[in-house]
């Protein structure tokens, strides 16, 4: 395997560009148009799926979504189901996305999950439709009933999973599912956009007047505090208090009604709607906000139940993912102050592997969360890490963004608290050079007491034969050129990194030190065609993560990832480090900033399992790529 080190951002060509509505804003009549201009439907709708994570049927970038309307007391034909399991057996995932809606208002979630079972592939992710308002909103007739949307929101089908026979005569295309996908992803008019379906009338589920309904603790409330909240507020983790009994929850009930309206907890920053849909989405719903406000006016009445529900979020083993196959630490316990200010701090962890091997995941288990912010880490070959280490006299070496110019072999992703561990998925690995150092910054706040902490890391090493290797790229603007005026409110710089090559996208980590205000990227598609990747319009250098996408997202040679970052530097932010304010440069010094968008790829067509296969990824990519002069554009703030 030969040495390759995460290429450092350099003079990257600039341009403006626009970012295009996510979906068009006329709204369809659904009685009258079958098939429609974007959107098809007259609201947005978002549900939580049977396993909590967010559903919003929005189809992958140039792909579908397919969402097929069923019910137990109404059975789907073999041949049916069959064609959804050859659907996802025949099209990635990040071209078709899957979506199940179970609409038996009585069903229990245990039958749900065991009729998934019997059908494992034909599903992505499944939502229960209790009280009928998805059915409602699509305008479902009869079960089963299957819908196509494109990823403009666009309706493209819809009707019968089979048509009502084969193709009428020689050359002529077959009508149903399965044609019209094939037709829609081969950029071909579908021969049948409607088919009428045939099957058990829709059920008709009385509209639920939620608001003559005082939500109650036990049957509304804990199931929201167990989904987002009680992953850090149980004891021993990072929230200042438990929210795992009635009592802890109802003497807080107001406030809980305040942060979530303000969108301040549970702490996620992407703009929702603006980029692929990512996975461990942390918001709530509208209608869980709804809820607590509803509870809190209520005086937050407790309900029947015989006792608190456990927290959801207890992890039932040690390690999420099972016992990992090496754990990493720091050599010993660093003493975090009870006051001051905030910490980082780069500790050294040797992995003494004696071959090179592949990363599957990485989970990150704090040894303190009261004091552990975030940490974030990454491969070092050459020792630079160990020789910092080595100059200071207690344990690690002071290290603020983490890098300080190191020329690193790759990046190993970051931890916040609520984050889940994140596999990269079948057939793909993180390469891990034999002997190599892994280095962790941790960053820490001071709890008011005298702390320890030794945080681990534990590394799941890929069993079986790795097919495509992960990669972290960055993209900014010149570092040489950056600079941030003195005293200017609203400063724009923006930078692009040129895709040459076929790649997925599988996950972001924007970084930005304490003047950003904004960061915006976007991918502008060969022929014009603009993507949303992520939007943060209310930066908070406290609060970073790595973002990782539900489906990988294709991105075709000849696209561009455009990066923006706004910065005020006056003496109107609160946040500047520098009083009177300062030119700012480029650097890894708190009084520094920056402007980084981390990107975890694959190639397209990578096959490191073959005979003699070498991973050359980061050569073809970064192969004659085209270098040019930043843009830095003064503008009013939005």
């Given at each position: 395997?030969?040495?390759?080190?995460?290429?450092?951002?350099?003079?990257?060509?600039?341009?403006?560009?626009?970012?295009?509505?996510?979906?068009?804003?006329?709204?369809?009549?659904?009685?009258?148009?079958?098939?429609?201009?974007?959107?098809?439907?007259?609201?947005?709708?978002?549900?939580?799926?049977?396993?909590?994570?967010?559903?919003?049927f929005q189809a992958p970038v140039s792909g579908l979504a397919v969402v097929l309307f069923y019910s137990q007391a109404c059975p789907i034909p073999a041949e049916s189901w069959m064609t959804l399991t050859r659907l996802a057996t025949d099209f990635p995932a990040n071209r078709l996305f899957r979506a199940g809606v179970c609409v038996d208002a009585d069903a229990h979630r245990e039958s749900i999950e065991n009729h998934h079972r019997e059908h494992p592939l034909a599903f992505s992710t499944i939502a229960h439709d209790q009280d009928g308002s998805l059915v409602r909103q699509f305008g479902v007739t009869r079960i089963p009933e299957v819908f196509v949307l494109d990823d403009e929101g666009r309706l493209r089908y819809r009707g019968r999973i089979h048509g009502p026979g084969p193709a009428s005569g020689p050359g002529e295309p077959g009508s149903g599912l399965r044609p019209a996908v094939e037709a829609l992803l081969s950029d071909r008019p579908v021969p049948a956009p409607y088919l009428e379906p045939a099957g058990c009338p829709a059920p008709q589920v009385a509209l639920v007047q939620k608001a003559r309904i005082v939500p109650t603790y036990h049957r509304d409330v804990a199931p929201i505090l167990q989904r987002s909240c009680q992953a850090c507020h149980r004891p021993g983790q990072s929230g200042p208090f438990a929210?795992?009994?009635?009592?802890?929850?109802?003497k807080r009930a107001d406030d809980l009604a305040t942060v979530t309206e303000q969108r301040l907890m549970p702490p996620w920053k992407p703009v929702p709607g603006l980029g692929p849909p990512l996975k461990h989405d942390r918001t709530l719903l509208a209608s869980e906000i709804q809820t607590l406000q509803a509870w809190a006016a209520a005086g937050a009445p407790e309900g029947q139940f015989d006792t608190d529900p456990l927290p959801a979020n207890l992890p039932s083993q040690e390690w999420s993912l099972g016992p990992p196959d090496l754990v990493v630490e720091m050599d010993q316990p660093f003493p975090v102050p009870a006051t001051g200010d905030d910490l980082y701090r780069c500790f050294v962890m040797p992995t003494a592997l004696a071959n090179d091997r592949f990363l599957t995941a990485i989970e990150v288990q704090p040894g303190n969360p009261r004091v552990v912010h975030h940490t974030f880490g990454y491969v070092d070959t050459r020792g630079l890490g160990r020789r910092r280490d080595a100059a200071n006299s207690t344990p690690g070496y002071p290290c603020f963004s983490g890098f300080t110019g190191d020329q690193i072999?790759?990046?190993?992703?970051?931890?916040?608290?609520?984050?889940?561990?994140?596999?990269?998925?079948?057939?793909?690995?993180?390469?891990?050079?034999?002997?190599?150092?892994?280095?962790?910054?941790?960053?820490?706040?001071?709890?008011?007491?005298?702390?320890?902490?030794?945080?681990?890391?534990?590394?799941?090493?890929?069993?079986?034969p790795v097919r495509q290797a992960l990669e972290w790229v960055s993209a900014c603007p010149d570092v040489g050129k950056f600079r941030l005026p003195a005293d200017d409110p609203a400063i724009s710089v923006v930078a692009n990194l040129n895709v040459p090559i076929p790649v997925a996208l599988h996950a972001m980590t924007p970084h930005m030190h304490w003047l950003g205000r904004r960061f915006r990227a976007t991918l502008l598609l060969p022929g014009g065609r603009i993507q949303p990747l992520i939007a943060i319009d209310d930066w908070d250098f406290n609060r970073q993560d790595t973002y990782y996408l539900r489906e990988p997202l294709p991105i075709p040679a000849g696209s561009t990832i455009q990066i923006e970052g706004l910065y005020d530097n006056s003496s109107e932010n609160p946040h500047n480090p520098n009083r009177p304010p300062q030119d700012v440069r480029w650097g890894e010094a708190t009084t520094d900033d920056m402007l980084i968008l981390f990107l975890a790829l694959t190639q397209d067509g990578q096959d490191l399992t073959r005979p003699g296969a070498r991973n050359t990824f980061m050569e073809e990519f970064f192969q004659g790529k085209p270098r040019g002069e930043p843009s830095q554009d003064r503008r009013s703030a939005p």
């Open positions: 395997m030969s040495l390759r080190r995460l290429t450092v951002c350099g003079l990257l060509a600039s341009t403006a560009g626009a970012l295009a509505a996510w979906w068009a804003s006329a709204p369809a009549d659904l009685e009258a148009i079958r098939v429609t201009a974007p959107p098809f439907l007259k609201q947005a709708v978002v549900r939580r799926s049977l396993d909590g994570e967010k559903l919003d929210l795992t009994t009635y009592a802890q929850a109802a072999f790759g990046l190993l992703g970051g931890w916040t608290p609520g984050n889940d561990a994140h596999p990269f998925g079948a057939g793909i690995g993180l390469e891990l050079p034999k002997n190599a150092d892994v280095v962790m910054q941790v960053h820490y706040h001071p709890s008011g007491k005298p702390e320890t902490d030794r945080t681990r890391l534990g590394l799941y090493l890929s069993q079986t």
